[in-house]
């Protein structure tokens, strides 16, 4: 019987192996870059990484007003996110908007597939314009059944709320009729009314394929653009970091990983080599993932998945630390190691779905660079569950078969004395309030200065794009270390973000608005110390990357995000108090994070946004966790006063204490080694992520579990509730 169990765990083992083997060969060939390495491999890069296009529209339509432009941009925001999350549109000059699309080097393709933006109407049968492409929400092609169950191809178009209105009185004058739809004075759809069309929403049909489909979609989309564009240039531009940016990433990301592996096998052994081998697992899974769900990944994101590295081995942690506690409880190990799976489960189930909430909401509403982020987040969640709930299981059974039976190799949790936290509660109060204000204060002496509050970078603020011909081919790093220097001495500002036109030896450079004196002393400056043809320089300004609307978009998806998690914490602690004081705390951190922003003067950028999210979902998957243990506490409560609760409060706290410290500890690393090994801009990411690391763990030890106690004791009046 032993020989079987002892083949079955070799089995187990040598499949793990083989899988993690076959996974690392494929995430080798998605990451490879070497010559050789198959194209359609290569996971979809960001402009920051990769470069794209940049095609320029020239604004046809006479003297456009300021809400014409914000308008057109957003809507061109929208409509290009088909080809990646991570596109930047903004106003150049009066009349222009230029789009940036990352990972492809066909403008001509994009400019074809995208379609020439014009006017588009919708006219009735004697060729009056009732509606035009404004009251268009959205146009998809798509396949349907016909009544006889014929597949056809069709555009279904989804109207404004002011848009179905007008359609619905049309068709229902028009029934028999056509209704000719019009771009560019062009009859490119003249379709019959057969009935009348309520609700907003219609389908065009008599496409004779889904090609012909698509390019009546495209048409009608990029028709409702509130300004008629014309094509002024395209170009291909290169990536705005160097390739010393992925390769200081990845090479961050090993040596995290055999950081947190020896930490592992070290601290829980036999355990910590099962969590090794399925972190390595759910390392490789993420890269096959996003390379086959297209997710676009820049820089931020890469460091995103290094976070989510960190984080994954939170699950594994807090299993571990529950077989420990059965084994100390007098159980073997083989029920030990069941019973504890069993209950890690709803701690890590409910910390898990809660941040999973918050990625699915800013999946679908936000746009840009939260959209993306979301994404990488909701499949990092996903796979460390998976990882953590089956591989880990599986695994740490093949080495129980293989013969790892004795508890010497899993280890026996010390019963720990209670750590009076609960008493402890206005000091820690008052540590955070002072923080916070800090924050505050500092960013009013900020704007008293002329500063501004907080340091927003240009894709927040815009600025003006100097395009300049270097006479010879520059690489990154030369220009970041013989050029940018000259642009920061004029700007006083290190925020110079730098890109290169490929196939010439033209370079952009976007700085903060330049005034007509600081660019003639650009000039003269580039000129005396580099040489330069001034003659060759064009400037222009340029506007934010992330609009008004974009800003809006993020900040709403927050908000119902928060609120969503709220409902789902209150459903699954039944008790509002969980869920309220667990949002508190995801304050709190948020708010010591604009602290570091406002007194170091950090640049507030797209980062910025995926740098609070990513501490939003941390903050409170480790609340989660020592609430799931108060939870379970408070059953074994037969008569619960003011001290009983501040006993379990304790308690709970200093259960869940070296889960809450190992889990930050391996996070910080993988951050801290990001900051170290990573060019400027990922360091700029990195810090405000370690200080959000140590405010989320200061949070759930410190704030989190004392506001819930406070709160259930009625603000301490002494009762219980």
Known sequence: ??????????????????????????????????????????????????????????????????EQ?????????????????????????DDRITVEIPGVKDANAILEELGKPGSLEFRDPTGNVYMTGLEVQSAEAAVVQDEFQN?????????????????????????????PIVYDGEVIS??????????????????????????????????????????????????????????????????????IAVFMIAYYWIPGVAATIALAIYTTLVIAVIYLFEITLTLPGIAGIILSIGMAVDANVIIFARIREEIAAGSSVHIAIKTGFKKALSAIIDGNITTLIAAIVLGFMGSGTVKGFAYTLAVGIILSMFTALAVTRVILHGLYCLGFRDEKFYGRQKELKSIGFMAKKPVFFIISLVVIVAGFVGMGVNHANGNGALNLSLEFVGGTATTVDMGKDYTLAEIDDEVVPYFEEITGDSNVQVQKVEGSNQVVFKTRVLELEERENLNKSLEENLGIDTSTLSSNNISSTISGEMTKDAVIAVIISTICMLIYIWFRFSDLRFASTAILA????????????????????????????????????????????????????KR?????????????????????LNTSLTTFVMVLLLYILGVASIRDFALPLMVGIVSGTYSSICIATELWFVSKTRLGKGRVE
Do not use: W
């Open 69 to 93: 432009m914000k308008d057109t941009i957003y809507k061109l925001q929208k409509r290009v996110e088909g080809y990646s999350t991570e596109v930047s549109v903004y106003q150049e000059g």
């Open 190 to 259: 003249n379709p019959t009314v057969k009935s009348a069309i309520n609700g907003g929403e219609a389908i065009i049909e008599g496409m004779s394929s889904y090609e012909e489909a698509e390019n009546l979609a495209s048409s009608i989309r990029i028709g409702a653009l509130s300004l008629e564009l014309s094509e002024l240039q395209s170009q291909v531009v290169g990536a705005q970091l160097g390739t010393n940016a992925i390769a200081s990433a990845l090479k961050a990301a090993a040596i995290g990983l055999a950081l």
């Open 586 to 637: 995801l304050v709190h951190d948020v708010l010591v994070i604009l602290t570091c922003y406002a007194l170091f003067r950090l640049t507030v950028g797209s980062t910025f946004i995926a740098v609070m999210l990513t501490i939003i979902g941390y903050s409170i998957n480790a609340t989660i966790v020592i609430f799931d243990r108060v939870r379970e506490n408070l059953k074994n409560v």
């Open 640 to 660: 619960l006063d003011k001290a009983t609760l501040q006993d379990v409060s304790d308690k709970s706290v200093t259960q869940t204490l070296s889960r809450s």
């Open 1 to 66: 019987m032993k020989g079987i169990k002892k083949s079955k765990g070799v089995a187990i083992l040598l499949a793990m192996i083989l899988i993690l083997a076959g996974l690392a060969y494929y995430a080798s060939l998605i990451l490879s870059s070497a010559p050789g390495a198959a194209e359609d491999m290569n996971i979809k890069l960001g402009l920051d990484l990769a470069g794209g296009v940049s095609i320029t529209y020239k604004v046809e339509t006479e003297n456009p007003t300021s």
């Open 151 to 179: 597949k056809q191809n069709v555009v279904k178009l989804t109207l404004t709320e002011e848009g179905a209105q007008i359609f619905a009185e049309i068709t229902a004058a028009n029934i028999g009729k056509n209704c």
